[in-house]
């Protein structure tokens, strides 16, 4: 009889490693295609992922240099886990310049540069309220950008926009995980279907906009 309980003991406990680690390799390759259906509306030319499996990629979007990332917070107590999408490109101009628009901010929010920037902006009329605005010396022309600012932030989910002298990104909410999971068990389940290439595309079309407006080209224009 001993022998026969250390057996199944041991045959449970194979059993319940095999399914733990069939369901982590799945919840890996879950996480790195997230962001698979981006090859229908860029090229993209370098592929990383971080130590949870989710995936950075770089590449050209319609002849504009185009980084995206994926985070995941869930650093704040008692608040429903969130995955945050970071778009970056280049800027065109060389008039230099930055500004950061941090929405609802809190002090986990730890990808701002902000936190660590000391001019404060005086926001146009119309752009959000409840926001940072920050510089880390002289910003760019905020006339230039206005409509470009409206329209990002009509957004609900977007969460900053950051200029830098070489760079624009922009952070947006595309994920919230699973509210049932999280409070009664404590688990982070996020939605692992492809983010749909569609809104990828979109929210680039309005950063590259707004990149342009630095440079002046629509700043005549609307978003």
């Not at 879950?30 to 860029?42: G, H, Y």
Request: with cysteine; aromatic share 8%; glycine share 4%.
């Amino acid at each position: 009889m001993p022998e026969l309980v250390v057996s199944l003991a041991i045959f449970f406990s194979v059993v319940l490693w095999w399914l733990y680690k069939k369901h982590d390799n799945q919840v890996s390759q879950s996480r790195a295609a997230l962001l698979s259906d981006c090859n229908k509306v860029m090229t993209i030319n370098e592929t990383h992922y971080d130590r949870a499996g989710y995936a950075a990629i770089k590449g050209d979007f319609s002849g504009s240099s185009i980084s995206l990332r994926l985070e995941v917070d869930n650093l704040t107590a008692r608040k429903i886990p969130v995955m945050w999408l970071h778009i970056a490109m280049p800027r065109e101009d060389q008039h230099g310049g930055s500004l950061d628009i941090l929405v609802r901010p809190q002090i986990n929010d730890v990808y701002s540069p902000s936190w660590n920037w000391n001019e404060t902006v005086t926001p146009l009329s119309g752009w959000p309220h409840h926001a940072r605005y920050m510089s880390n010396g002289a910003p760019p022309e905020l006339s230039k950008i206005d409509a470009d600012v409206r329209t990002l932030f009509a957004d609900e989910r977007t969460k900053e926009l950051v200029v830098t002298p070489e760079t624009v990104r922009l952070t947006y909410l595309i994920r919230q995980a699973d509210r049932g999971h999280y409070l009664l068990l404590r688990s982070i389940e996020f939605d692992q279907s492809p983010i749909d290439s569609d809104e990828i595309a979109a929210l680039t079309h309005q950063l590259r906009h707004l990149v342009s407006s630095l440079a002046g080209g629509y700043q005549n224009e609307s978003a």
